[in-house]
């Protein structure tokens, strides 16, 4: 069985086809921000409703996009690579 090392090449064009995955899925939520504040605002007024609550304000309305990465990595694995890279 061969060794099999990870460039610095591979590991950027990984990260940058992650970021357009991102990008594609920021820009579906945005689109699809209308629709999804009706329902938010229909949800609350039916739960409202619901409780026999009569005397409810709705101050406002705010969207935010979280996006969280994680990565699971050896340091004793890309350590060379890294050396290397930082030789160049």
């Known amino acids: ?6 460039s610095v090449q591979g590991v950027a064009d990984k990260t940058l086809a992650a970021k357009e995955q ?11 921000a209308e629709k999804n504040k009706d329902y938010f605002f229909n949800e609350i007024e039916t739960n409202l409703k619901d409780a026999n609550i009569t005397d409810a304000i709705q101050k406002g309305y705010n ?3 979280k996006v969280e990465y994680s990565s ?9 690579v ?4 930082l030789r160049l």
């Open 63 to 65: 969207m935010d996009i």
């Open 22 to 32: 991102i990008d594609k899925l920021q820009n579906m939520l945005i689109s699809d």
């Open 72 to 80: 699971e990595f050896s340091l004793d694995k890309i350590a060379s």
């Open 1 to 6: 069985m061969g060794c099999v090392t990870p």
């Open 82 to 85: 890294v050396t290397a890279a």
